[in-house]
């Protein structure tokens, strides 16, 4: 016998949101999956039907619903779309990075060589005190992306 969840009721102003949310302009794929997922909870749709018409799991069909219901009054429906930060290694190479990485190759190399190694690009950065630690590989990935 299937669990019974509590039904997902749009207001008619929440429902022309996401309806045009769906419809217009450049958004993630996953935030349209979840305003669909709404939409089509809103219509008493059964979970099945949920999943075979978007291709999402019953995983993500259960958050949504459950975001959506524990949303505060004053909350914006399209904040229920958005997906929380998720976990992981921090970037550490970023934009202010990748520049010295390219000036420092397009200048001119040390005295006594003929041009910049990854190896000499790598402790110059640490040197200038840019970033921590580096190494030549992450220089050499960082030098290719400018190509």
Same mark, same amino acid.
């Given at each position: ?44 749709? %059964? ?16 958050? @949504? ?33 990748? @520049? ?25 950065? @640490? ?10 590989? %992450? ?9």
């Amino acid at each position: 016998m299937p669990k019974k969840y509590p039904a997902v009721r749009l207001t008619t102003e929440e429902r022309d949101l996401l309806e045009q949310f769906v419809a217009h302009g450049k958004k993630s794929a996953r935030a349209i999956n979840r305003a669909r997922i709404l939409l089509l909870l809103d219509e008493a749709r %059964s979970e099945t039907d949920v999943t075979t018409i978007l291709g999402v799991s019953r995983g993500t069909i259960y958050n @949504v619903r459950n975001k959506y219901l524990h949303k505060e009054h004053d909350e914006h429906i399209l904040d229920v779309l958005h997906e929380a930060p998720r976990s992981g290694r921090p970037i550490k190479i970023d934009t202010r990075v990748e @520049v010295h990485v390219t000036m420092i190759a397009c200048s001119d190399p040390p005295e006594g060589y003929g041009r910049w190694s990854l190896h000499m690009i790598a402790d110059k950065l @640490v040197q200038l005190a840019v970033i921590d630690t580096i190494s030549y590989e %992450s220089v050499r990935r960082t030098l290719k992306k400018t190509n």
